[in-house]
């Protein structure tokens, strides 16, 4: 009998990073690659460019701009239903004033200071009763559902472009659907967090004011660092594998956080130019009629419905260069 290992590919002697095959008797020069790295720790892959990540952001959304098309358009008519259920709620809280205050503001007469303005609006009572705000928070939800589909949508194409598995814009919005319990878990732990930071530096800043100090710059901080990881997890929750998504976000940016944070910045200053822009252009002339002010703010409403897409997939693309997961 034979003392020598049974033919298989082992660990190459001469390269630990390498397999090599063992025919029974002595090595041959067949060779394969040795992966070592668990696999629950992800790869560090290159982050593409600043100027590119700009260049591709503007490049994709064109190319796959019918994706989200329609979640752009539900989105836009639950904005329009949001602002209906506020201006509900608002008059309802004001006791059916509402129209009396806006004639009164939007008049060019219009003096706050006036005795006349100042009796009315001191003689003004309110309606707090909890049913009085419920079309305000039925306003809330809606944005925030229709805000995660959104979401979802515009992660779900833009990540399949990236991966070269394109999606329709129909199984887009159908996988878009499903997501929206992990978005908005997002949503309520992102203000629980927030609620439970302010409340926390509050009340420390004030018994000891010696504490704001610190705690100021150490909150700012701490604000940044949440605002890259949340824009993260937002994406996890869209199209990353079913793990707690702000963790997950965590992970990510774990020793490539500056970078991810430039890049955002870079995205967020030429969208905010973009928009003051489009803004400034859109108030020029006729400010004062009624047609052009509805028409104004239809316009800034589609307009920053198409920089949250500009956004979202910049952000997309940031999370597939850090090696992002996906269902």
């Keep these: 009998m034979s003392d020598l290992p049974a033919a298989a590919w082992y660990t190459d002697p001469e390269d630990d990073s390498q397999y090599r095959y063992w025919d029974g ?5 067949h060779r394969a690659p040795r992966h070592t790295q668990p696999e629950h720790q992800p790869q560090s892959p290159q982050i593409r460019r600043p100027t590119r990540l700009v260049a591709d952001t503007f490049s994709l959304v064109g190319r796959r701009w019918r994706g989200w098309v329609a979640p752009a358009l539900i989105y836009l ?7 209906v259920l506020m201006i509900i709620g608002a008059n309802r809280l004001l006791m059916g004033e509402l129209g ?3 004639d009164r503001v939007t008049d060019p007469d219009f003096d706050v200071e006036s005795p006349e303005q100042t009796a009315y609006f001191e003689s003004l009572e309110f309606d707090l009763s909890l049913v009085n705000f419920v079309p305000m928070v039925l306003a809330v939800l809606v944005m925030l559902v ?25 199984e887009a919005l159908r996988l878009a659907l499903g997501r929206i319990p992990r978005l908005l878990g997002v949503d309520f732990q992102v203000i629980l967090i ?35 990881v949340m824009m993260l997890a937002y994406v996890v929750a869209s199209v990353g594998p079913a793990t707690p998504s702000l963790r997950y ?18 995205m967020l200053a030429v ?23 509805v028409a104004s703010q239809v316009i800034q409403a589609v307009v920053g419905v198409v920089i949250a897409v500009v956004a979202l997939v910049a952000v997309t693309i940031i999370y597939h260069d850090l090696g992002g997961e996906s269902d």
């Design 100 to 102: 009396e205050i806006w």
């Design 249 to 266: 976000g965590v992970r990510l940016v774990r020793r490539r956080f500056w970078p991810t944070l430039g890049r955002m910045l870079l």
């Design 271 to 293: 969208l905010t130019g973009f928009s003051l822009v489009i803004g400034l252009v859109s108030t020029i002339g006729g400010a004062s009629a009624l047609a052009f002010v």
């Design 25 to 29: 008797s002595a090595w041959t020069e």
């Design 146 to 170: 229709l805000g995660s589909i959104l979401q979802a949508a515009v992660a779900r194409v833009a990540l399949s472009d990236l991966r070269d598995q394109p999606l329709t814009a129909s």
């Design 194 to 228: 927030g609620v439970i930071a302010v409340a926390a530096v509050g009340l420390a800043g004030s018994a000891v004011p010696l504490l704001w100090i610190p705690l100021i710059p150490a909150f700012i901080a701490a604000a940044v660092y949440g605002t890259v």
């Design 77 to 83: 008519v639950g904005e329009a239903v949001a602002v």
